[in-house]
């Protein structure tokens, strides 16, 4: 789950923007003017429904509102601040973005995907906003659990009919920034089988003009369970990056203690949604 936390980080600050003679290949992953949106905000929030045994719909509420600024798109905006538990028939890549830790909670694929189109049903129950968050938990748990990328790609591509085999090289020139599911999915494939490790996959993201935060969050997640690790000094960037003041100046550890807890903890709080 950290390889999408922290693929979501470094893709945030070009995901509208990029310098001229952009060299994706050695620009630093994390500068200054990277930050977490709201791909981690929610990838935080699945892990707590989870963890403290909440309905996916009140964790995305209760994480939402209480990170308003994190950017979310317009209708989620709205579905925040309704008292409705039903989608609102989105097809956007943020079902996508969210369920990593749903890949790791799990122990069968069926479970998975399951749990995943539970996800997803509460704010994108369009089929192809609930076959993005299936997408990506299944890779997430067939990574984890050993599968080959020949293995994994061959699944996504009968289950669900993502186009995989299209290399990075015939996106580059083309590329553009897409939030749907169906733009989102095939491009961020491609960046973890193209990848060598987690940074790589990263850099792959970089390489072309897309959402980059979310691609790099769902592409980042895969990479990290199949690599066993991002290879980054994860806790010293989830602290420097989830850690911070809130509106009176205190310093917020809310997002990085439920980021990096542990399945088995207890959960004190559980009442207060």
């Not at 749907?180 to 987690?198: I, K, N, Q, V, Y």
């Not at 003009?209 to 994860?234: K, L, M």
Request: aromatic fraction near 14%.
């Amino acid at each position: 789950m950290y390889g999408a936390i922290l693929g979501d980080i470094a893709g945030s600050r070009f995901e509208f923007t990029r310098p001229e003679h952009f060299d994706w290949r050695h620009v630093e992953l994390f500068t200054g003017m990277s930050k977490y949106t709201d791909d981690t905000v929610l990838t935080v929030a699945t892990k707590y429904a989870l963890l403290a045994g909440v309905p996916y719909h009140q964790a995305y509420k209760h994480f939402g509102r209480r990170y308003m600024q994190a950017g979310y798109g317009p209708m989620f905006k709205n579905w925040l601040h309704a008292h409705s538990q039903r989608g609102y028939q989105s097809f956007g890549n943020g079902s996508a973005m969210r369920v990593s830790y749903i890949g790791w909670h799990f122990n069968t694929l069926d479970q998975v995907e399951a749990q995943a189109e539970e996800s997803s049903r509460c704010t994108h129950d369009h089929p192809e906003g609930i076959k993005a968050a299936q997408a990506t938990a299944a890779a997430v748990f067939m990574a984890r659990t050993g599968a080959s990328k020949q293995e994994i790609a061959g699944y996504i591509r009968r289950r669900f009919h993502y186009v995989v085999h299209r290399p990075l090289a015939t996106y580059r020139p083309f590329g553009k920034f897409d939030v749907t599911a169906m733009g989102t999915m095939p491009l961020a494939f491609r960046c973890f089988l193209e990848s060598e490790d987690w940074e790589s996959c990263i850099r792959n993201v970089y390489s072309v003009r897309c959402d980059t935060d979310t691609v790099g969050c769902i592409a980042g997640g895969i990479a990290d369970a199949f690599y066993g690790g991002t290879g980054q000094d994860e806790d010293v960037l989830l602290r420097r990056f989830l850690i911070r003041p809130n509106g009176v100046g205190v310093f917020d550890t809310y997002l990085y203690d439920w980021a990096t807890r542990e399945p088995g903890a207890q959960d004190e709080e559980k009442g207060e949604l």
